[in-house]
């Protein structure tokens, strides 16, 4: 279901976690939004988000919304300074949802 994510060089253990701590509603939601979180992850990892596969596991809902809705949200904030503070710990990408 969430296999497509290899495209992105996303691991089997990656995968596998995601399984374990997403119920299988959220994980559907992820498969029927592929090119959207394919797109995400491409952006990320183009402005130098590190930790994707923290985020995927633990905050798979950034994933799931349409890839025009994050660039939205994102865009309030200087791109530098997001990414080196959702860098120093994933769980700032909270910021993005105020």
Do not use: H, W
Not at 7 to 25: G, H, Q, R, Y
Not at 45 to 74: A, W
């Amino acid at each position: 279901m969430i296999d497509f994510l290899k495209m992105v060089n996303i691991s089997d253990s990656t995968l596998i976690e995601m399984m374990k701590n997403n119920n299988e509603a959220i994980l559907f939601n992820l498969s029927c939004n592929e090119d959207d979180a394919l797109k995400i992850i491409n952006y990320m990892q183009s402005i130098g988000i590190n930790d994707i596969d923290d985020l995927l596991i633990y905050r798979i809902d950034i994933f799931t919304i349409l890839f025009e809705q994050f660039i939205k949200k994102i865009s309030k904030f200087n791109i530098p300074l997001l990414v080196e503070y959702v860098n120093s710990d994933y769980t700032n990408i909270d910021i993005i949802n105020r």
